[in-house]
DNA sequence: TCAGTACCGTACCGATCGATCCGGTACCGA
DNA sequence: TCGGTACCGGATCGATCGGTACGGTACTGA
């Protein structure tokens, strides 16, 4: 029984590297074969014997892309300070979008065109994961005291998302790097402290209303 | 010579109507001329007698969903103070994004996935305009003592524009319309008067308050 | 030496893409 | 009645889509 057989002859990592470069550019959909293969610089049936298809090919670029590209946001979670962690989250995805070399955007929101496609939930559950994640943060926050026990962790989570999915789609029509850093400087402000001595410059900055449904 | 001809048998506006639905839902690649003639009612040969090539008839959809999906942007304009402007931009784009029966999102953010063709410089020119009409507007604002002369009109009018993009895309995931207007709430306490010692009803946004003092 | 295995890539598959050819038809003014 | 014109749509175009069949090759263990 033999283990062996041909041997590959060329490096999966790279050309993987070279798949999340093409989709992060083009999409999904618009990123042909013959655009996928010339950039991976590999045959297409090399292709499909590494990768299986094409939706398996982005999946596994998908999820080289978070390793590599989104690891601001666990580095964010673990800031001290729930604005702390806002700010990394959103100086880290605004880093992230508009970094020089690198196709402007997020492969997450770029390749969402994917017309009902099986890999278009993958991408609204990565959102819907790093919300999560960043909801609990902020209960916990709350919790130690670090964060108004007025705000709701759920909207203050969405709002972080909302806002870093706009970024991807404003650095693809050019935004810089400054515009938006400017942009998430004013969303910071959202994330005050109790203040305990003087309240009601507190509920100022904030605004206190119905907590949003989640299910 | 005869300046007649056989007259259309359609509805030419009907049709566009059914573009617009058809690019909106699927965008522009993925929107294929099977699909749009099946949903404009038409044959192929008869698209391209009334709209041109497939290019063509997107940017006439592309000008009609503007002008008639996109009528909140004048309304927020129209607003008195500039914290209504961006109340009523925010509200009436999230609206928009999640009007039930139409499809979730914005077409000019759900069309975005054409490869570097044409169309695509028409919808981030489209988002361009939208920024300078409200950054002119902010300035005129802060002008007029309505909004406190530290804020930066340009960034102001940037962060309404990337989170309202933001939202097009957050719909298409699924957010309902109040979490993303509770996510907009959160973006209103950015529109702070002049004057923070009178401010007492900033609670959802809804009462816009007129600055007591004069102008 | 030789069967087994997994790689290689040329050439090709059916389906679908956007776009058009062309014979037919309905309306105009002369 | 008739030439001119513009719309009608079935049939079809070449190009490209994602995906594969297949003959050849390089490595394994027996």
Redo the contacts between chains.
């Keep these: 029984m033999g283990s062996g057989g041909r041997p590959r002859t060329f490096d999966i990592e790279g050309a993987l590297d070279a798949a999340v470069d093409t989709f992060w550019r083009?999409?999904y959909?618009?990123a042909g074969l013959a655009e996928l293969t010339e950039a991976m610089g590999i045959s297409r049936p090399a292709l499909y014997r590494a990768f299986g298809d094409k939706d398996q090919l982005f999946r596994s670029a998908l999820t080289r892309y978070i390793d590599q590209n989104m690891t601001y946001v666990s580095d964010a979670l673990a800031r001290p300070t729930a604005r702390e962690v806002a700010h990394a989250f959103l100086t880290g995805n605004v880093a992230a979008v508009t970094t020089p070399g690198r196709p402007a955007g997020c492969l997450s929101?770029?390749a969402?065109?994917?017309?009902e496609a099986e890999a278009f939930s993958l991408l609204?559950e990565n959102?819907?994961t790093i919300q999560e994640r960043l909801r609990d943060r902020f209960a916990e926050a709350i919790a130690e005291g670090d964060l108004d026990a007025e705000q709701?962790p759920d909207?203050?989570a969405?709002?972080l998302?909302?806002?870093?999915?706009?970024?991807a789609?404003?650095a693809?029509?050019?935004?810089t790097r400054e515009?938006?850093l400017?942009?998430a400087?004013?969303?910071i402000?959202?994330f005050s402290k109790p203040e305990p001595r003087d309240a009601e410059?507190t509920r100022?900055?904030?605004?206190?209303?119905?907590?949003?449904?989640n299910d």
């Design positions: 083009h999409g959909e618009a929101v770029q969402m065109v994917t017309d609204a959102r819907r709701d909207r203050l969405r709002f998302i909302t806002l870093a999915t706009g970024f789609i404003r693809t029509d050019g935004e515009e938006l400017a942009v400087d004013c969303a402000a959202t410059a100022h900055g904030t605004v206190p209303l119905r907590k949003a449904a």
